[in-house]
């Protein structure tokens, strides 16, 4: 914006364009007609435009989605192979007499799973309703 300097009463000030100078009558804009030029000024999309929009909310909608069910599965496929394997080398196992002494420790190895997967499908449940809260 193009300033000048002007001295005032002795005193040295910034006047800028747009100030109003002596003796000149200011047009003042109706506020009427400035809403009526806002309004005027909305711009009206077309129906593909509109539904271009609303595809690619699904899109993304979609692909959000997909991310939290499929770190969902990955938790429980990795917890499932690592208590079978723990699972397939106790000691005794395969044995009729190692079956029989190792009942606890597999009852406990699949407690362990049990509460994984529930802890996996809980924190699945929670980012699938944070999602939806969107």
Do not use: C
């Amino acid at each position: 914006m193009a300033e000048k300097v002007s001295v005032k009463d002795g005193r040295i000030r910034k006047v800028t364009i747009t100030e109003i100078e002596d003796e000149k009558e200011w047009s003042w804009p109706d506020p009427d007609t400035l809403e009526d030029n806002q309004k005027a000024i909305i711009i009206e999309k077309t129906t593909d435009e509109i539904f271009n929009e609303l595809d690619n909310v699904v899109r993304d909608w979609k692909k959000k989605l997909e991310f939290v069910v499929a770190d969902g599965l990955k938790k429980i496929k990795r917890s499932t192979k690592e208590k079978k394997t723990m699972m397939k080398y106790l000691p005794g196992e395969g044995t009729v007499k190692g079956s029989k002494a190792i009942e606890k420790a597999k009852g406990q190895i699949l407690a362990e799973w049990k509460d994984d997967i529930n802890k996996a499908i809980d924190a699945t449940h929670t980012k699938l309703n944070e999602l939806g809260n969107e």
